[in-house]
């Protein structure tokens, strides 16, 4: 029979026209703590902040929403930002010993979607420097830059060096200027015989301009020596002879003394009068904690108060034996003492003060500390220095990422409810003061609506997100743990320290205060969150971990103490010849336990053996939830407390899911001895030939035939995948929907689990008062008539044994039914129940609709046979046109394990756009990805960040915003149209990216053709494979008769006219 594959038509303009309305690929904005940061800054006339990273990425931040971002073209780390204040601009010292000039420009306008918008303001390099090395050996050393210093003109940039000498350049030209230049030897020639000892000073370790004197330089050598230097004329002012290893310098404000820290762990200050030109000993000198040895001060500051008492923090210091392994910040003021105890190394820190000349005192209002995992905000203005809540720059991986999950369109109640829970949670923890870092200011509408973003943790927490912006804000913190007994329980009584006056004398001092939210250390593995699901109408919240733990939260505003329902459920259902040999369940707690206002716990359900949760499903509206591992999936009514259902999936040679991760050489070991065992029966198998006959000769001609026949052209032949792959049985994706299982007539509620292996199964659910004329056929009013009831109904295996990524019911129209409550509630158009529903499947390797309830093939894609990739993730999205407000088309998202996406109309599977969004050696980014119903989707680039990407042309996130300069925002027409991200991406600022004409032709065509797909405005003709081939699927129908059976078979030859290969017991 003839086989018609594709009929191509040329291109339809109107259609490239509604593709390019609905379809753009934007890079729009990364959310989180950036990945080990190395530099801090702050911009007290602009009030922005700047963080550098060792990628070699600049980050500036302003009030929230207010976001600049610029990397450098080598990937080298940041070792120092200055900003020139009040300019909107920066400059950057990297490892590589070269200084950079950064600004902020205004873009020229764009056009995104067939609409104007205003050009976007981004962070440009516009000049570099590297110092000129001396000849000889010692060149690359001696001109190694160890501190900058901007005078407070910002014409002259001063440059400490390894050697010791000091370099000024002219700003912003960054050009040398010789004559200024201070050799080491020029200030050794006036130091005291009995001082310089011929020994070196050593490197220059701080360079400060004096706060009254402009032009007059305070220089720091590591030796301990510090110089007054007059930049006008050229001489040394003053000398002040310290004899412990400098680390830091810092300015009192009147300029009468200046305090100098050191690697002993002390600070001393020295007075700075007009009649000593030689100072030996500094007014005073303390270490304050020791006597023992102690750890470096590596930065101080020293801050003036109208109280009288100035401000003291320092970094480092601690007692080496005791505390040498602390991250600490001392904060002093009189008698107020405390240490901030961090959990990461400290990096920089800065405090919010006044700078203007007029005023008389600093009067600090905030100290920011930014730290190698987090950013910490002190209040100083209110008593006891509580940290301030941030905005943004929350450390997403406080304990690591295990999953996401995004709610769009949030209800203003669940919303609501969801803030108070948090800020119950905050309590007096937080300081009332206001964000110091506010510069800018964000012109971003208001969005329409509100977004959630949910992060499950490695230590037992869910995080809520607020994602409607370009801040990512925390809302809430949801901790499993007092559901369990673990080794750190929360709810056990803890050992008072004040009976034990030994404990006692230890807290006394130093006086920590642990600060800070990043925890990477988890009392127990087991907690892990692996699948989360939310009902926001019924405000259900499915939480699953890695210990086979599923539970079942609604939301209260009030405390509550109570004991939460165990159901134990067996997926081997006594399957014999399996042992596990993983960790052990998590023993839940008896006893009532205390649950704060929030997602209180109601139903713990436990998975034997407990393996970890690989798929979930919630359909609230029917009480329901389902779960899967790598044993099985489960059904059970959270209402009821009942377990409806359990399905064994292991394959008799799955003995690798009985191994749990503790395992795991065991199970590596038995892979590589299958693996040999594999390649040594290939070759045996290929050493027989079999005799040559006319017989076998004439097989092999029509066996090469059909292969020619079966493979396309643009195809690759896709070898089956063995049944007795390890972990064949994990349950890869759940899936409810109220469709036509049973006859087309019929309605119900279904249950459809997919494998590993390529097998799908579908359950016909009694579930009262749900469907069409099923609950009254049951007849009664006893117990057992209110109970669910699930039939096996369809079993498919697909052809090749690829991993089932997802599976989607369509109704009549070919729409993805409406979520529970969406229908029933009249919050979305209502299904088509008239017409023939279909099943979307989605393989590692095919896309493939099934009409139902037959469950015979209307259409497919075979992705890896036509692209060469596997599918990693499925998402079905609404794009809105950017053109018309009321038309919106369906379309199938697919991310592969090369990182691009590819965009299919549905239920059609017409390719519409295909671009490039993940580097493919990404595996955690495409792993992490998560998509909205909108267009748009997130996946980390790093622990702790990220990247939020739009495919909507209409629907994008992204900092719109301004900053008030003392210079002009020059339109510079950028030469190839894009700004550089951090991540080493490009973000187009001019609109190629939107789908405009000057865009590569293959961001907006067919990876297949350049022909119109899937339009009512087009007369492409794309039937893949409609004809003539055989169906492989092998489909088990376990509800028909056998009458019924026959003439389902009889309707698929006489409509389809195909070979029959669908199986129907």
Same mark, same amino acid.
């Given at each position: ?73 080598? $990937? ?96 912003? #030209? ?59 004329? #050229? ?103 405390? *240490? ?66 995004? =709610? ?10 969801? =803030? ?43 995080r809520f997100w607020d994602a409607s912006g370009v801040a990512l804000t925390p809302l809430y913190k949801l901790s499993t743990a007092n559901v369990f007994h673990t080794d750190c329980d929360p709810c056990d009584e803890p050992h008072d320290p004040s ?13 920590? #205060? ?19 699901? !939310?009902?926001?109408?019924? @405000? ?115 003995? !690798? ?10 199970? +590596? ?75 087309? *007539? ?27 004329? #099923? ?12 109970? =669910? ?62 009409? !139902? ?9 075979? !992705? ?9 993730? =499925? ?29 299919? @109309? ?71 149209? $894009? ?51 055989? $169906? ?16 389902? +078979? ?16």
């Open positions: 029979m003839m086989k018609f594959r594709f009929r191509r038509q040329g291109t339809d303009p109107q259609r490239e026209k509604i593709k390019q309305e609905l379809f753009a690929f934007n890079k729009t904005v990364e959310h989180g703590f950036p990945h080990q940061p190395s530099a801090l800054a702050f911009d007290p006339k602009l009030e922005l902040m700047a963080i550098g990273t060792k990628s070699g990425a600049i980050k500036v931040y302003g009030c929230p929403g207010v976001e600049f971002t610029g990397l450098h073209s080598e $990937t080298t780390a940041v070792t120092q930002i200055h900003f020139l204040p009040g300019q909107g601009r920066l400059l950057s010292l990297l490892d590589d010993n070269t200084i950079h000039l950064w600004e902020l420009v205004a873009g020229a306008p764009r056009e995104v979607g067939g609409v104007k918008k205003e050009g976007l303001i981004s962070l440009q390099e516009v000049n570099s420097y590297s110092l000129p090395g001396r000849p000889g050996i010692e060149s690359c050393s001696a001109t190694r830059v160890t501190v900058l210093l901007l005078l407070r003109s910002c014409d002259l940039l001063c440059i400490g060096t390894e050697g010791g000498g000091v370099y000024f350049l002219e700003l912003p #030209r960054l050009s040398l200027k010789d004559n200024l230049t201070l050799p080491q030897d020029q200030v050794t020639q006036s130091l005291p015989d009995e001082y310089r000892c011929g020994k070196s000073l050593g490197p220059v370790e701080s360079l400060q301009e004096h706060p009254q004197q402009p032009g007059k330089i305070l220089i720091g050598y590591s030796r301990g020596l510090v110089v007054l230097w007059d930049l006008s004329t #050229r001489h040394t002012e003053q000398l002040f002879l310290g004899k412990q290893q400098l680390e830091s310098l810092v300015w009192e404000r009147s300029g009468n003394l200046f305090v100098s820290s050191h690697n002993d762990g002390g600070y001393s200050v020295w007075p700075v009068t007009n009649g000593n030109a030689c100072n030996q000993q500094p007014v005073s000198s303390t270490i304050p904690y020791g006597p023992f040895p102690c750890k470096a001060i590596n930065k101080i500051l020293w801050r003036t108060t109208q109280t009288g008492s100035p401000v003291l923090l320092y970094s480092g210091g601690m007692p080496r034996a005791s505390y040498g392994d602390r991250h600490c910040l001392t904060i002093q003021q009189n008698k107020e003492h405390v *240490t901030l105890d961090f959990t990461s190394r400290v990096i920089d820190f800065f405090t919010v003060h006044n700078v203007e000349q007029e005023k008389e005192f600093d009067d600090p209002s905030a100290v920011v500390v930014l730290l190698e995992e987090e950013l910490v905000v002190i209040d100083l203005q209110t008593p006891g220095w509580p940290s301030l809540p941030t905005p943004y720059l929350a450390p997403l991986h406080s304990s690591a990422i295990t999953c996401s999950f995004h =709610v769009s369109s949030v209800p203003p109640k669940l919303w609501e409810r969801l =803030v108070n829970a948090g800020k119950a949670q905050q309590g007096r923890q937080q300081a009332h003061g206001s964000w110091p870092i506010c510069g800018g200011k964000n012109l971003a509408l208001p969005p329409k609506q509100q977004e959630l973003l949910l992060t499950g943790h490695e230590d037992g927490t869910v009976d034990d006056p030994d404990m006692q004398q230890e807290e006394e001092w130093p006086p920590f #205060r642990k600060v800070g939210c990043f925890d990477p250390y988890s009392d127990d593995p087991r907690l892990g969150i692996q699948k989360i699901s !939310l009902c926001k109408y019924s @405000n259900k919240l499915l939480v699953a971990g890695t210990a086979g733990q599923v539970i079942v939260l609604g939301l209260s505003d009030e405390r509550s103490d109570h004991t939460v329902d165990v159901s134990v459920v067996d997926l081997l259902q006594d399957r014999e010849g399996f042992t596990w040999k993983g960790h052990d369940r998590l023993e839940p707690r008896l006893k009532p336990a205390p649950f704060p206002p929030g997602f209180q716990p109601q139903v713990l359900v436990q998975c034997m053996p407990p393996a970890s949760v690989t798929a979930v499903a919630l359909h609230a509206e029917w009480n329901l939830i389902s779960f899967g591992t790598s044993h099985g999936f489960g059904l059970f009514d959270y209402h009821r407390r009942n377990a409806v259902l359990a399905r064994c999936t292991l394959h008799p040679n799955d003995s !690798l899911a009985m191994e749990g991760p503790l395992s795991r050489v065991k199970s +590596l070991k038995k892979s590589l001895r299958q693996s040999f065992r594999r390649i040594r029966k290939s070759r045996v198998s290929g050493k027989k030939r079999p005799i040559t006959t006319p017989t076998s000769k004439v097989q092999e001609a029509n066996a090469a035939l059909a292969e020619q026949e079966d493979v396309a052209p643009i195809q690759r032949r896709i070898e089956p995948r063995s049944a007795d792959d390890s972990l064949s049985g994990v349950v890869r994706c759940l899936c409810f929907a109220d469709t036509f299982l049973r006859d087309g *007539t019929h309605h119900g509620a279904t249950l459809w689990a997919g494998t590993n292996s390529g097998s799908v199964y579908a359950y016909a659910l009694e579930v009262p008062g749900v469907g069409s004329g #099923r609950v009254c056929e049951r007849g009664g009013a006893g117990e057992s008539s209110v109970c =669910v009831e699930a039939v096996l109904g369809k079993e498919i295996q697909l052809m090749h044994r690829a991993p089932v990524v997802s599976i989607s019911v369509l109704d009549g129209r070919g729409k993805p039914l409406p979520d529970p409550y969406e229908a029933s509630q009249d919050l979305s158009i209502a299904p088509d129940m008239t017409n023939a529903h279909s099943v979307l499947i989605a393989s590692e390797e095919q896309l493939k609709v099934f009409s !139902l309830p037959k469950v015979s093939a209307k259409t497919k894609f075979k !992705l890896t046979a036509h692209e060469g990739c596997r599918v990693r993730k =499925v998402a079905l999205v609404v794009f809105g046109s950017t053109a018309q407000e009321d038309y919106s088309e369906h379309t199938l998202v697919c991310l592969t394990n090369l990182g691009d996406m590819h965009l299919f @109309n549905i239920p059609g599977l017409r390719p519409q756009v295909r671009y490039d969004c993940i580097r493919k050696e990404d595996i955690s980014g495409i792993a992490s990805c998560v998509f909205t119903k909108n267009g748009q989707g997130f996946y980390l680039i790093s622990p702790s960040e990220y990247e939020r990407f739009s495919l909507s042309a209409k629907v994008v996130t992204e900092p719109l915003c301004s900053v008030q300069l003392d210079r002009s925002l020059e339109h510079t027409p950028a030469s190839d149209g $894009t700004t550089t991200q951090a991540n080493g991406t490009h973000k187009n600022q001019m609109g190629q990216a939107e789908g405009q004409t000057e865009e590569p032709p293959s961001a907006l065509s067919s990876p297949l053709m350049d022909t119109p797909l899937d339009s009512p405005l087009s007369c492409a003709d794309l039937t893949l494979d409609s004809t003539g081939e055989i $169906t492989v699927e092998d489909v088990r129908d376990f509800l028909t008769t056998v009458d019924e059976a026959e003439n389902n +078979l009889k309707n698929i030859k006489e409509e389809d006219g195909r070979s029959t290969g669908i199986l129907i017991n």
